[in-house]
């Protein structure tokens, strides 16, 4: 039900942008570029940045980012669902496959939320 609410307002954000005017596309490209920042600084941040707790990331949280992260930057899962023999790999599959059908847009904007949250 939660991924079907996020196509749902990917659609609405699609058909949006499609009759949009031209000034409000411009505002809409500069909302985009904002987002585009936050992210890319939010990236940064997880590469330097300590926890608030002093601790480090559990497994769940590291994997959280990872998921929002791919889906930001490439979009849906490609590939077939490794082995469940392959930890690792399937961890992280599956961590970005349930971001699946999540726009890039609002993948950055959780992404910045969740960095925010682990990072201080």
């Known amino acids: 039900q939660q991924q079907q609410q996020q196509q749902q307002q990917q659609q609405q954000g699609e058909e949006s942008r499609q009759f949009a005017t031209p000034a ?8 985009v570029e904002e987002v585009q920042k936050e992210f ?9 940045g300590t926890r608030k707790d002093g601790g480090s990331a559990s497994n769940e949280e590291k994997l959280k980012l990872y998921g929002l992260y791919k889906q930001a930057t490439v979009g849906d899962v490609t590939g077939s669902q490794p082995w469940a023999v392959q930890v690792e ?6 961590a970005w496959n349930s971001q699946k059908g999540k726009s890039k847009e609002a993948a950055m904007k959780e992404y910045v939320e969740e960095v925010n949250r682990q990072i201080a």
């Open 24 to 31: 409000r596309r411009r505002k809409m490209a500069a909302v």
């Open 40 to 48: 890319d600084s939010a990236v940064e941040r997880v590469k330097t």
């Open 89 to 94: 790999a399937r961890a992280k599959w599956d």
